[in-house]
């Protein structure tokens, strides 16, 4: 073998440098004792060196040098494996068997959705149109999309596989089997599962859950140990025509039988099946997500929380619901439930609710808003957001600025012991009111995140947030984060790119960020207290608003501060 070579020049100087240097070095005795190599270091150091390799590229890089670093760097390339599909799931479509024991996620992209969904298709963003009249339409070939996965036992050959993803493009819907579900939750090491804008496949009229049968696979005896299980269908409400029942009844057999292991809980609530969650026992569910269109069908008890009375330990609790009433029972008397409780979301909460008086004295943070939330619907409305899917969600203003200040009045019992805030009004003539009970009510605060909704005959008043809101804030001594959404009336509108479709450029993004929005920053932060170290501005974007993020500075002799731009970050969901 012939290696190529370069001559360089070098001083004397340097050579002596360079020979004392490699000298010095600790050499260990066998066949690589000659030179300090990276293989004279431990697989355990290897390892961690891997690690640090973010970029794909030079993780394929490093696997060549030699055989002993492409067996260690094998597990990190092959780690995550993504396939989108267009058609039934085949053994071709799936890598060399050889790679299958390394994959540990593997995200299933379906954009096979039901054609009657699908109104228009182009260029940007699919959209469903909000007129038309959509109906469920059952269709084998498009439900029996993931039945090759079991068929051919594919997760149950990937052992180190620990999470699975089933997604589909933007709005779109797709179908799963009840079969090719539960197979997939057979998969012995899995442990997270994640579905997001599917609907459970129904047959047709006279078919049960009861009905359904396992496809044969080399599967295992029952379900994984799952500890988490998310099922998001995201602003898409029920197919008109599509039984909910029978996803309600699917998913009943599912959770119970998950129960014992699962510590994260993500749900729709169109098929939450409600009764069933009071029933099953979950003795480590520490997060519990509610989200969507309440059920059309209550549950057997008045009040939602007595559906989660057996989950005592509890840690966060979000119910995002278009209306729910009281979570708790007026007159109720008992222990509360979940004495461990740090995080409580309610959309739309009522001040009468009894929960506000029972929260415990582990309850740090409390998000107050409604669903879906009356500004991003805005932002929608306005065309400059490409969302049309959510024309099918019923929905309810944000409460007003005085029954939000009813709201906080009922939680004072814990105000001392809140750090994070998120509240979303409609402004009347307790705003100000309303404002000034938070910063004097809530003193321990170190993140508070304020949504403001004008109603439709306010003009808007871009001075507010400044002048009013800054402050208000003022007298939070320990505030470090504080996340506004304000009137942008003059941000760049997006440029329209054909009769329905506005396109943002970065460019549009970051103009104005470093511009009109630094200098709000920058004046907000001069009228808050020293501990702040974050701003954050609610901003528009192609598909989802935005926060444009600033970090806080002190300059000078410490009494200065400016504002620096950090970044753009989608907002929460």
Same mark, same amino acid.
């Given at each position: 073998m012939h290696t190529a070579s370069t001559t360089t020049r070098r001083s004397p100087a340097?050579?002596?440098?360079?020979?004392?240097?490699?000298?010095?070095?600790?050499?260990?005795?066998?066949?690589?004792?000659?030179?300090p190599s990276l293989l004279g270091l431990s697989s355990d150091v290897l390892l961690i060196i891997i690690?640090?390799?973010s970029n794909m590229h030079d993780l394929d890089a490093l696997s060549r040098t030699c055989t002993h670093m492409h067996g260690l760097c094998k597990p990190y390339m092959f780690r995550e494996f993504s396939l989108e599909l267009d058609q039934a799931i085949t053994l071709e479509r /799936? !890598?060399?068997?050889?790679?299958?024991?390394? *994959?540990?996620?593997?995200?299933?992209?379906?954009?096979?959705? @039901?054609?009657?969904?699908?109104?228009?298709?182009?260029?940007? +963003? *699919?959209?469903? &149109?909000? @007129? =038309?009249?959509?109906?469920?339409?059952?269709d084998p070939e498009l439900g029996n999309m993931y039945d090759g996965l079991i068929r051919h036992a594919i997760p149950f050959n990937m052992q180190n596989l620990r999470c699975i993803c089933l997604d589909t493009g933007r709005n779109n819907v797709a179908d799963i089997s009840l079969a090719a579900l539960e197979g997939i939750l057979s998969a012995p090491h899995l442990r997270k599962f994640k579905m997001l804008n599917h609907v459970i496949f129904w047959p047709g009229s006279n078919v049960h859950v009861a009905d359904t049968q396992p496809i044969p696979a080399a599967c295992g005896e029952?379900? %994984?140990?799952?500890?988490?299980f998310v099922y998001d269908v995201g602003m898409v409400g029920i197919p008109p025509r599509y039984p909910a029942v029978f996803a309600i009844q699917a998913l009943s057999t599912i959770l119970c039988r998950l129960a014992p292991s699962l510590s994260t809980l993500r749900l729709p609530s169109i098929y939450t099946p409600f009764d069933s969650l009071s029933k099953a026992h979950w003795p480590l569910l520490r997060e519990l997500t509610i989200q969507g269109? &309440?059920?059309?069908? +209550?549950? =057997?008890? !008045?009040?939602?929380?007595?559906? /989660?009375?057996?989950?005592?330990?509890?840690?966060?609790?979000?119910?995002?619901?278009? @209306?729910y009433g009281t979570l708790w029972p007026v007159g109720h008397v008992a222990s509360f439930p979940w004495p461990f409780l740090e995080h409580l979301t309610l959309s739309h909460p009522s001040p009468d609710d009894p929960i506000f008086s029972h929260l415990p004295t582990s309850i740090r943070s409390l998000s107050l808003h409604s669903w879906p939330t009356q500004l991003y619907d805005n932002l929608l409305n306005s065309g400059k957001m490409a969302l049309s899917a959510w024309p099918h969600l019923r929905r309810a203003p944000p409460l007003l600025s005085s029954t939000m200040l009813r709201v906080l009045r009922a939680c004072s019992n814990a105000a001392g012991r809140l750090a994070r805030l998120h509240v979303e009004y409609l402004v009347d003539g307790d705003e100000n009111a309303l404002l000034r009970f938070i910063t004097s009510t809530f003193p321990s605060l170190t993140e508070l995140e304020v949504h403001r909704a004008r109603p439709e005959d306010m003009s808007p008043d871009p001075s507010w947030p400044l002048e009013t809101l800054g402050h208000a804030c003022a007298a939070l001594k320990q505030l470090q984060a504080l996340y506004v959404h304000a009137d942008l009336s003059d941000y760049p509108r997006g440029i329209r790119i054909s009769w329905r479709v506005?396109?943002?450029?970065?460019?549009? @993004?970051?103009?104005? %960020?470093?511009?009109?929005?630094?200098? %709000?920053?920058?004046?907000?932060?001069?009228?808050?207290?020293?501990?702040?170290?974050? *701003?954050?501005?609610l901003t528009p974007d192609n598909t989802w608003p935005r926060w444009a993020i600033y970090t806080i500075h002190t300059v000078g002799d410490g009494k200065e501060r400016v504002a620096q731009y950090l970044e753009h970050r989608e907002a929460r969901r």
């Open positions: 340097f050579d002596a440098t360079n020979r004392a240097a490699v000298t010095s070095l600790p050499i260990a005795d066998g066949p690589r004792a000659q030179l690690e640090t390799v /799936f !890598p060399p068997s050889c790679v299958w024991p390394h *994959i540990r996620y593997l995200h299933l992209r379906n954009a096979c959705a @039901h054609k009657e969904l699908l109104v228009l298709r182009g260029w940007g +963003p *699919i959209a469903l &149109h909000p @007129h =038309s009249t959509i109906e469920y339409i059952p029952g379900l %994984a140990p799952l500890t988490s269109e &309440h059920q059309s069908d +209550p549950p =057997s008890s !008045p009040c939602i929380a007595l559906s /989660f009375v057996n989950m005592p330990n509890l840690r966060v609790l979000n119910l995002e619901l278009t @209306h506005k396109f943002y450029r970065n460019e549009q @993004h970051e103009c104005y %960020a470093t511009s009109k929005l630094l200098d %709000a920053a920058t004046a907000l932060a001069c009228t808050l207290a020293p501990s702040v170290r974050t *701003i954050a501005f």
